[in-house]
């Protein structure tokens, strides 16, 4: 596995330019998972969805989007939860999101408009962080 950067607090966007040690869910077969290590960075292309489970009480993960991308819909579905979360991320913004015990969550991210400036986005946690498709 490739080592990965991440952490809440080491992230900066300058990986958006430099994608090299990071994490492309797009690696990982339909249905398959992997817990990545922490710090660990992951870029997720838009209208993809994936699955991510804590590892640890008391994590949240960040989804980032670099200074130029369009803005982004964000949905967060907990299985424990009749609403799903939603939270609309702007360029250079990030979304924090806090598990609610062990639940896992899917999240799905569309753009809000014809966007052709944004592919990926990027993720990461405060502590190892189990993610899947």
Avoid: W
Wanted: with cysteine.
């Amino acid at each position: 596995m490739r080592t990965i950067l991440l952490g809440l607090m080491l992230i900066s966007t300058s990986v958006f330019a430099d994608e090299e040690g990071v994490f492309d869910i797009l690696q990982l077969p339909e249905g398959a998972s992997v817990t990545l290590p922490s710090p660990a960075t992951t870029l997720v292309p838009i209208s993809t969805s994936y699955r991510l489970n804590p590892t640890d009480k008391a994590q949240v993960f960040r989804i980032s989007s670099p200074p130029s991308a369009c803005a982004v819909k964000i949905e967060f579905y907990d299985k424990t939860s009749d609403e799903v979360k939603v939270a609309t991320l702007k360029g250079g913004e990030n979304v924090i999101y806090r598990f609610e015990r062990f639940n896992g969550v899917r999240v799905h991210a569309s753009p809000l408009s014809k966007c052709t400036t944004l592919t990926k986005l990027v993720l990461d946690s405060n502590r190892p962080l189990e993610i899947g498709m």
